[in-house]
């Protein structure tokens, strides 16, 4: 069996490639920080490319100790990204725990076939940051309330809530432990009468 070298270059479809450029040359080194940048998707005919003005920061736990760091991103308005839902806030996970860079895309796309609710989206891309190439990631949509993600009313008493781990319980915002021992972080909204967080304290524990 033999294979045509110049068939598969003809038919192959190129990763979208994201350039972020920072003020200054900079690096990102904080969570807390926003940096400001240049952002550009070239989309290779397969998604339309895309610039803008964005503002750049660190993400994660375990994994922004890793040399190859997560991000996350702020547009100046809000963007549908190589063709997922309109929005100003993205994530760039790096996988690096994950050398074959495919867990977390299975996952994604599984759940985005299984579930009628809304679920993340995301797609593979090579990032260069400040010229130089920082390796495969994967862009996607953060996971918060809003038009084109989760359709919750967090004014109408709503909440998003993450699982997290106990060794992290100072670092959370408005954690608490539930009735079997796992540590939960209140999301949104972000600040909490000491009623409300109760009421979801025992929203939780019902379920």
């Given at each position: 069996y033999t294979v045509d070298v110049n068939w598969l270059t003809d038919n192959a479809v190129s990763v979208p490639r994201i350039d972020i450029d920072i003020e200054g040359?900079?690096?990102v080194t904080s969570k807390t920080v926003y940096l400001d940048a240049?952002?550009?998707?070239?989309?290779?005919g397969v998604y339309e490319n895309f610039e803008d003005s964005v503002q750049i920061k660190g993400r994660?736990?375990?994994?922004?100790?890793?040399?190859?760091?997560?991000?996350?991103?702020r547009l100046s308005d809000k963007a549908g990204l190589l063709n997922m839902g309109e929005d100003s806030d993205w994530v760039l996970l790096a996988n690096t725990s994950d050398e074959s860079n495919?867990?977390?895309?299975?996952?994604?796309?599984?759940?985005?076939?299984?579930?009628?609710?809304?679920?993340?989206?995301?797609?593979?891309?090579?990032?260069?940051?400040?010229?130089?190439?920082n390796g495969l990631y994967l862009l996607a949509e953060k996971i918060e309330s809003g038009k084109n993600r989760l359709d919750i009313d967090v004014g109408a008493g709503d909440f998003l809530c993450s699982v997290d781990f106990s060794v992290r319980t100072e670092?959370?915002?408005?954690?608490?432990?539930?009735e079997s021992g796992r540590t939960i972080a209140v999301c949104e909204p972000n600040i909490l009468s000491d009623e409300a967080k109760k009421r979801i304290m025992d929203l939780v524990n019902q379920q």
């Amino acid at each position: 069996y033999t294979v045509d070298v110049n068939w598969l270059t003809d038919n192959a479809v190129s990763v979208p490639r994201i350039d972020i450029d920072i003020e200054g040359g900079k690096s990102v080194t904080s969570k807390t920080v926003y940096l400001d940048a240049n952002f550009r998707i070239t989309g290779y005919g397969v998604y339309e490319n895309f610039e803008d003005s964005v503002q750049i920061k660190g993400r994660g736990n375990s994994t922004w100790r890793k040399s190859k760091k997560p991000f996350l991103l702020r547009l100046s308005d809000k963007a549908g990204l190589l063709n997922m839902g309109e929005d100003s806030d993205w994530v760039l996970l790096a996988n690096t725990s994950d050398e074959s860079n495919l867990h977390n895309k299975l996952i994604f796309d599984m759940a985005n076939r299984a579930c009628k609710e809304w679920t993340p989206q995301c797609e593979f891309v090579d990032l260069y940051l400040n010229g130089q190439y920082n390796g495969l990631y994967l862009l996607a949509e953060k996971i918060e309330s809003g038009k084109n993600r989760l359709d919750i009313d967090v004014g109408a008493g709503d909440f998003l809530c993450s699982v997290d781990f106990s060794v992290r319980t100072e670092t959370l915002e408005n954690p608490f432990c539930t009735e079997s021992g796992r540590t939960i972080a209140v999301c949104e909204p972000n600040i909490l009468s000491d009623e409300a967080k109760k009421r979801i304290m025992d929203l939780v524990n019902q379920q």
